[in-house]
């Protein structure tokens, strides 16, 4: 098997992780995904691959391996979703959809909050848009 720059396989290589067919099918499932997956979906997608309880620990090991980003939107569950391009969410108050939004805000605002926080520095941010959807606010 060959393993190129930018396959699943090479990534879980090169932040230091086995090749387990689980982490890689999880994996792949979630960079296949349109937006945030539960663990549950995931486990679903995977058809015996692995179950509840290896899909967390596999999800746990790709987090620190910053793979992976557990997203803490207003949910009863944890959602997740590979790391790529920063991106920020919109999220349909009424039927729950999560769609990305490319755009972000700029550098100014994290050196603004810095400041004003009294942190050394900003690593990261998350934001999240709530609203309706088109198809939810047409009924």
């Known amino acids: ?64 391996a910053k793979l992976v980003r557990k997203i803490s939107i207003a949910s009863d569950r944890a959602l997740f979703e590979a790391t790529g391009t920063h991106h920020h969410h919109a999220v349909c108050t009424s039927c729950g959809i999560i769609v990305d939004v490319e755009a972000c805000l700029p550098k100014s605002l994290d050196d603004r909050v810095r400041v004003s926080a009294g942190f050394e520095r900003i690593d990261d941010h998350a934001l999240e848009f709530f609203g309706l959807c088109k198809r939810c606010a047409k009924k």
């Open 1 to 64: 098997m060959k393993d190129e720059k930018g396959t699943v396989g090479h990534d879980l290589k090169k932040a230091g992780l086995r090749m387990t067919p689980q982490r890689l099918a999880l994996l792949s499932h979630l960079r296949a995904a349109n937006s945030p997956i539960s663990v549950e979906e995931l486990v679903r997608k995977g058809k015996g691959a692995y179950d509840t309880a290896t899909g967390y620990r596999i999800l746990d090991a790709l987090i620190l």
